[in-house]
C-alpha cells in the first residue's frame, strides 16, 4: 500500500524523488541533499538504507524516506529506524564496477524482501542493461510478487553527443522509453529515474510515468541554494508539464 502524500503524487502525475545515492553513506552529503529536498518542495526523498542516516533524514524532514539496498536484510533495520518505503535499486552506481543484475536476481531480491516485509510500500528498479522488451516482462513479473511502484533507469548507458537541451534528452532516452513501455502494461506507478532533468522531467510525464526520480543533477551541484534551486525548477517542470497536458 503506497503511502497516503506519495499516492497523491502519483495520482497527479506530478511525484517528485530526490535521490542522495544507494552508496552514499556521507552524513553531511545526505542530510544537504534532504535539506534541499524539503525546501524545494520535493514529494518524498531516496536514501542509502542506513538506520542512523534515517535517524539523521527523520529528524530534518517531514518528508517521506525511502531507503535504497540491494541486500534484504539491510531494509529491516532501516525500517526498524522509521523508513516509510523501501528501494531495490537504483543499480547505476553498481554499473561502473562491472556489477549487473540481470532479471532473475531482481525477482529473488523482490520475493525475498516481499517475504521480510510483507506489507511495506516497495518501489523495484528494472535494470536498463535488459532489452525493452525483458524490461517489460520482468516489470509484469516484479508486480505479481508484490511491487508497489516500478522505477526505470537508463542514464549511465546513454553516451549524449550533443551538448545543452539536445545531450539532457539524449542522455535521458533509455530511461524515457522504459517507462513509456512499461506504464503500458503494469497497473502500478512508473516512476522514471536516471539521467532525468528539469528538460526532461515533462517528458518523462508525457511518457507515461507517474513521477520522476533525480539524483545527479541535484546531488553533484555544491551548494545547499543551488540544490534547493534545481529541486524548485523539477517542481515547477512537473507542474507545467501537467498544465499542458490537462489543456490537451
Same mark, same amino acid.
Given at each position: 500500500?503506497?503511502?497516503?502524500?506519495?499516492?497523491?503524487?502519483?495520482?497527479?502525475?506530478?511525484?517528485?524523488?530526490?535521490?542522495?545515492?544507494?552508496?552514499?553513506?556521507?552524513?553531511?552529503?545526505?542530510?544537504? +541533499?534532504?535539506?534541499?529536498?524539503?525546501?524545494?518542495?520535493?514529494?518524498?526523498?531516496?536514501?542509502?538504507?542506513?538506520?542512523?542516516?534515517?535517524?539523521?533524514?527523520?529528524?530534518?524532514?517531514?518528508?517521506?524516506?525511502?531507503?535504497?539496498?540491494? @541486500?534484504?536484510?539491510?531494509?529491516?533495520?532501516?525500517?526498524?529506524?522509521?523508513?516509510?518505503?523501501?528501494? +531495490?535499486?537504483?543499480?547505476?552506481?553498481?554499473?561502473?564496477?562491472?556489477?549487473?543484475?540481470?532479471?532473475? @536476481?531482481?525477482?529473488?531480491?523482490?520475493?525475498?524482501?516481499?517475504?521480510?516485509?510483507? @506489507?511495506?510500500?516497495?518501489?523495484?528498479?528494472?535494470?536498463?542493461?535488459?532489452?525493452?522488451?525483458?524490461?517489460?516482462?520482468?516489470?509484469?513479473?516484479?508486480?505479481?510478487?508484490?511491487?508497489? +511502484?516500478?522505477?526505470?533507469?537508463?542514464?549511465?548507458?546513454?553516451?549524449?553527443?550533443?551538448?545543452?537541451?539536445?545531450?539532457?534528452?539524449?542522455?535521458?532516452?533509455?530511461?524515457?522509453?522504459?517507462?513509456? @513501455?512499461?506504464?503500458?502494461?503494469?497497473?502500478?506507478?512508473?516512476?522514471?529515474?536516471?539521467?532525468?532533468?528539469?528538460?526532461?522531467?515533462?517528458?518523462?510525464?508525457?511518457?507515461?510515468?507517474?513521477?520522476?526520480?533525480?539524483?545527479?543533477?541535484?546531488?553533484?551541484?555544491?551548494?545547499?541554494?543551488?540544490?534547493?534551486?534545481?529541486?524548485?525548477?523539477?517542481?515547477?517542470?512537473?507542474?507545467?508539464?501537467?498544465?499542458?497536458?490537462?489543456?490537451?
Amino acid at each position: 500500500m503506497i503511502m497516503h502524500p506519495i499516492q497523491r503524487a502519483f495520482a497527479n502525475r506530478d511525484a517528485l524523488k530526490v535521490i542522495s545515492g544507494l552508496n552514499n553513506f556521507d552524513a553531511d552529503r545526505t542530510a544537504a +541533499i534532504v535539506k534541499a529536498a524539503d525546501l524545494g518542495g520535493a514529494t518524498f526523498v531516496d536514501i542509502a538504507a542506513d538506520p542512523a542516516l534515517v535517524q539523521l533524514a527523520k529528524s530534518l524532514t517531514k518528508l517521506p524516506i525511502c531507503v535504497s539496498a540491494v @541486500e534484504p536484510e539491510k531494509f529491516v533495520q532501516a525500517v526498524a529506524a522509521g523508513a516509510d518505503l523501501i528501494e +531495490i535499486g537504483n543499480f547505476d552506481s553498481f554499473y561502473a564496477k562491472g556489477r549487473r543484475f540481470e532479471a532473475e @536476481e531482481v525477482l529473488a531480491l523482490t520475493s525475498e524482501t516481499r517475504a521480510l516485509l510483507p @506489507e511495506i510500500t516497495l518501489s523495484v528498479t528494472v535494470p536498463h542493461i535488459l532489452t525493452l522488451d525483458k524490461q517489460v516482462q520482468l516489470a509484469e513479473e516484479l508486480v505479481k510478487a508484490g511491487a508497489d +511502484i516500478i522505477q526505470t533507469e537508463g542514464g549511465t548507458s546513454s553516451q549524449p553527443t550533443h551538448p545543452g537541451t539536445l545531450g539532457l534528452i539524449e542522455k535521458a532516452a533509455p530511461t524515457l522509453a522504459a517507462a513509456y @513501455e512499461i506504464s503500458r502494461v503494469v497497473s502500478v506507478p512508473v516512476l522514471c529515474a536516471s539521467g532525468i532533468s528539469n528538460v526532461t522531467a515533462p517528458l518523462a510525464i508525457a511518457s507515461g510515468a507517474a513521477g520522476v526520480g533525480v539524483g545527479s543533477a541535484i546531488n553533484q551541484l555544491n551548494s545547499e541554494v543551488a540544490m534547493i534551486a534545481a529541486v524548485r525548477g523539477l517542481v515547477e517542470a512537473l507542474a507545467t508539464a501537467i498544465k499542458v497536458g490537462s489543456r490537451e
